[in-house]
């Protein structure tokens, strides 16, 4: 019998997660196939080339570009410092002569007798790339960087902004329908991942990035909240590069919205054990979700079962609906009739019946939901 799959937000209490980590340039791989590695160890590092700063040295000197060259005190490849002599000209009789000191630090890279201009690049940049999450390095690819598995509880999320971090998850609400308000932001949340209920609020997310938290989960948030944030809005991107100084996921949509239940239940079944947290989103082609990472211990994993086939659509799967008018419930298949559908717009499309807690149920397209994976 053929099976049908559809578009998934992956929460799930086990799986076997790859992390792929790489380099943007060649450069050094420090990890070898067999090491087990924490999120915070250095497993690649490179260096990208420094900036570079023209200087017109014929318009500086007023002599034709052909004569700057006898006029150089450093040469290719010479170290020079912030307002070291760069270039001197010859002087009349010895006397009066002219020197150009240097507004920049690195390496004189090139000097040309065509343009008159010396580039000097500045120092090379560190990049070190992070684990990310901790687990056993099962591939290498030479001086390029290296593929992390493990064993985790997985979370997507809906949307996100800020890079990768690490912490300790704490829970702010008590339960997935509290507001996440700044008051249940405590000292003592610095440098975890903080966990809320439902909306969370700009001044929440304000004394969250004040007490030094690395990250904060909740259901929802307002779009105008975000703009706030951000201080612009930010329309159809990638994100994942803002510096806000925390990283912020949101687990269900925008606006008053609740994390579902069961997102909840698994992070507070979690609660003060280590986390990763990336909240780098795209929703173009190429979709990439915000992810929450729990490694779990040898004990965990076993504990932890894995019911259906990821993408598999099947009765008793658990889903989202992301379009009216049932946006954002939350279901279980009930029924996959075989045969195409005729919509209330007069068209045909292949749909599912969806029970809700309520115990009313719903025909939707298949394209207007997204499994949970649990």
Not at 177 to 193: F, N, R, S, W, Y
Not at 292 to 318: C, K, N, W, Y
Request: net charge negative.
């Amino acid at each position: 019998m053929a099976k049908a799959y559809t578009p998934g937000l992956l929460v799930t209490r086990h799986k076997k997660h790859r992390c792929v980590r790489r380099l943007p340039i060649a450069g050094d791989v420090k990890v070898k196939v067999g090491d087990r590695v924490s999120a915070d160890d250095v497993v690649a590092e490179t260096s990208l080339p420094g900036n570079v700063n023209p200087i017109n040295l014929a318009n500086q000197m007023s002599m034709p570009p052909a004569d700057v060259m006898d006029c150089m005190i450093k040469h290719e490849g010479d170290p020079i410092a912030v307002n070291e002599p760069l270039a001197q000209t010859k002087g009349l009789f010895g006397m009066f002569k002219s020197t150009v000191n240097s507004r920049f630090e690195g390496t004189v890279e090139t000097i040309s007798p065509v343009t008159g201009q010396v580039i000097i690049r500045g120092a090379p940049l560190p990049v070190q790339v992070r684990a990310y999450i901790d687990g056993d390095v099962v591939s290498v690819r030479e001086d390029e960087g290296c593929e992390i598995e493990a064993e985790v509880a997985y979370v997507q999320g809906i949307f996100g902004v800020g890079g990768e971090t690490q912490g300790r998850i704490a829970m702010a609400c008590t339960s997935n329908e509290q507001e996440l308000v700044a008051d249940e932001i405590t000292p003592e949340m610095k440098g975890c991942i903080v966990v809320g209920g439902a909306r969370m609020t700009a001044e929440a997310i304000q004394k969250a990035r004040d007490v030094g938290a690395a990250a904060v989960v909740s259901g929802g948030l307002d779009d105008e909240d975000l703009k706030n944030l951000l201080g612009y809005d930010l329309g159809v991107a990638i994100t994942g590069r803002e510096e806000l100084g925390i990283t912020v996921i949101i687990t269900e949509g925008f606006g008053e919205i609740s994390m579902a239940e069961r997102t909840y239940d698994m992070l507070k079944g979690h609660e003060g054990g280590n986390a990763s947290v990336n909240g780098a989103t795209q929703i173009r082609a190429g979709v990439m979700r915000p992810e929450i990472i729990i490694p779990l211990s040898g004990s965990q994993a076993a504990q932890a079962g894995q019911e259906f086939e990821e993408g598999q659509l099947v009765i008793g799967r658990s889903l989202r609906v992301i379009r009216d008018p049932y946006f954002g419930m939350i279901g279980e298949v009930s029924a996959l009739p075989a045969e195409p559908h005729v919509l209330g717009s007069g068209s045909k499309a292949r749909v599912l019946e969806v029970k809700f807690p309520s115990g009313e149920t719903a025909i939707v397209p298949r394209a207007n939901v997204e499994l949970i994976e649990e």
